[in-house]
């Protein structure tokens, strides 16, 4: 596949009893934010998975709205990031 194919994963409906995650206000904790991961460009919401002072968080941009809403999760350690992303693609592969 050449990369101009790749749109990026596509994150899947929560399932049923799945812990819920809490989105916040974006912060500017930290001048330089390295996107490690991100969902499907093509989608209304698109999701990263971003790193930044050796910690991580997923930021949400939703364009359903008449305004684009950016939103993020806490700043955690990279384990407990890596599980709200696997949770979000369903656990398709980095």
Request: with cysteine.
């Amino acid at each position: 596949m050449a990369i101009e194919e790749y749109h990026g994963l596509h994150a899947e409906p929560p399932e049923r009893g799945s812990e819920k995650i809490v989105w916040y206000p974006v912060t500017a904790r930290h001048p330089s934010v390295r996107v490690k991961a991100h969902t499907c460009e093509a989608e209304p919401v698109v999701y990263e998975l971003c790193a930044a002072g050796g910690l991580m968080h997923i930021r949400r941009t939703d364009r359903r709205g008449k305004e684009v809403v950016v939103t993020e999760t806490n700043w955690v350690k990279a384990a407990e990031a890596l599980k709200m992303w696997g949770v979000l693609v369903q656990d398709d592969p980095l």
